[in-house]
Each structure stands twice: as C-alpha cells, then as structure tokens.
C-alpha cells in the first residue's frame, strides 16, 4: 500500500501527534525530570511511527527523494538535539536558551514538513504538483493532444515551450535541498501569474517546467517568454536565512504544425531549449527547421 494511504502506526498523522505528546514529555523531562519521574537522557524515548513510515518509504524507494532525505534528516537532528539537552541537564548544566530553542526550531520544522508531505499526499492523485501547485505529467499529455485536436480542426496554431532553471545543481550544491525548493516554489507562482489566462504551466520533473501557450503562434509566444524570462531574472527569492538569491531561466519554444504529434512538439521545444542552455542561458530560443541539404549535380 502506498505511504499515502497508510494508517496506524506508519501514517503520518500518526506521526504528528505522536510527536506532540514527544514534546511534551520532553518539556517535563528538561524543567521537572526529577519530580516527573523523568531524569536522565534516555527518559523520553523516541516515538517510534516515524521509524515505521521510514521503512514504508524505503520500501518504495521514496526515501532517495530529496524532500524525504530532508524530512528524514530533521527527525535525526530533531531527537540528537533533544537528547543532548537531557544529558546535559542530568550533568548538571544550566539548561541553554540557544540549546532550548534549536530543539523546537527542529521540532517546528519537522511538524511543517510531515504536514506539508500529508497535504501532498492527499493530492498525489489529482494531477497537481504538490511543491509548486503546477500541474503535474498526470494530464499534461491529455491537455496537449487536446489543444492538437482543437488546431487540426480550427486551424489555429499553438506553441509548446520549455523552461529550465539554469545552474540550478548548484543552488542545491550551496545553499541546500531547502533552498532549492524555495526558488522552484517562486519560479513557479511566477510562471504561473505570468502567463496569459488560457495558457497552462506543468512541471515536468526537477527544476523543468512545460508551458502550453493555447491559440498562439511563435511570434505571441515569443512575447510571452520573454516576459516570463525578465520577471524570472527580477525575481527575489528569501531563503530561511534571510539571504536572497536570484536566478535564471532559459527557454526553447516550438509551434505546432499539421500532424505533428505532442511528444514531437516537446522534443523540438527540447532542441532549442538546449540551444538556449548552450547560447548563454538566460534567453529565449525557437526552434527552427534543420536547413535543406542541397544535392550538387
């Protein structure tokens, strides 16, 4: 059974509000442990659901994503810290105001995550990214051959672009997996607001998104990823920290043509978006028709 779907000990909200009581023995532990009856580093053991929904995750190879490594770290962290406070106050230490707040830092954070992972969860099935709320491959090749039909019987053309953060290995290289999830949260909702009402934005996978630009030929649809290439390069996006980063995005567009089916369009829209990629970056390419080659006699 997927992880979305389990109950009991392996659910998340199983998870959470395991964590909730966690904490507040925790609290019991740090300011009272020798009156609760709670001294010592091992008197509050940890809650054992989020082991059991690990091991679901590994089963189906979810724990290699990069937002469950993190959800996985900050659990590791969360308890490490925790712990640590405890030993530190059984050897007598003065419990640490800097200690004290890093434990619920991890603890809040945690609790964000595992919420964030069940809201995900809840709509794996509905065809929406659950990071950026774009729409997912789950009906963008239905949506494509849709507007295919609609050009074979009106005779109105549209495009297919791709849009490809640039050098956005290393934003998850430098900053981390966190950071990276915030400039592809903004990139989106950018995208999104920015192109027209009739247009749709899926994510294609990683940091590629698919922009379907409905009833448009190449030189509207140029204009539009232009515009969302300037808005991109505008963009501030604030990391936990403070710190902002800004980034760019290269795009290769292709208009359709009489029969050409969707997964042709998306390998043209590819061809000139590696032109873009290979041209600079930051920039808008078209793809055009390979030249003639002219037999000599």
């Not at 105001?97 to 099935?125: N, T």
């Not at 990071?131 to 949506?143: A, K, P, S, V």
């Not at 009402?197 to 630009?213: K, P, Q, S, V, Y």
Request: hydrophobic letters at 45%; charged letters at 25%; glycine letters at 8%.
């Amino acid at each position: 059974m997927p992880i979305s779907q389990t109950q009991g000990s392996g659910s998340l909200a199983t998870v959470i509000d395991e964590h909730l009581r966690w904490l507040t023995q925790w609290h019991r532990a740090a300011f009272f442990g020798a009156d609760a009856g709670l001294s010592g580093p091992d008197a509050v053991p940890m809650p054992q659901a989020f082991i059991h929904w690990m091991r679901q995750a590994k089963a189906q190879a979810l724990a290699l994503q990069p937002a469950v490594e993190r959800l996985i770290a900050l659990h590791e962290q969360l308890h490490r810290l925790a712990r640590l406070m405890l030993i530190r106050i059984h050897a007598g230490e003065i419990l640490s105001l800097a200690g004290y707040e890093a434990v619920l830092d991890r603890f809040d954070e945690f609790i964000q995550q595992c919420r964030r992972f069940e809201r995900a969860f809840s709509v794996a099935g509905s065809g929406i990214d659950p990071l950026t709320g774009l729409r997912n491959r789950t009906g963008m090749m239905e949506e494509l051959m849709r507007e295919a039909s609609r050009f074979r019987r009106s005779g109105r053309p549209f495009c297919v672009a791709l849009c490809d953060l640039d050098r956005f290995k290393l934003v998850n290289d430098t900053y981390g997996h966190d950071a990276g999830d915030r400039v592809l949260v903004a990139a989106a909702a950018s995208i999104n607001s920015g192109i027209r009402d009739m247009d749709e934005a899926f994510r294609m996978g990683g940091e590629e998104i698919l922009i379907l630009l409905k009833d448009a030929g190449l030189s509207e649809a140029l204009g539009v990823l232009e515009r969302l290439r300037q808005d991109l390069a505008a963009l501030p996006v604030q990391l936990a920290d403070g710190r902002v980063l800004h980034v760019t995005a290269s795009f290769g567009a292709a208009e359709a043509d009489m029969g050409i089916e969707p997964d042709r369009l998306i390998e043209r829209a590819d061809q000139a978006l590696y032109a873009a990629k290979h041209g600079g970056r930051n920039r808008v390419e078209c793809w055009t028709p390979p030249a003639a080659t002219v037999l000599s006699a």
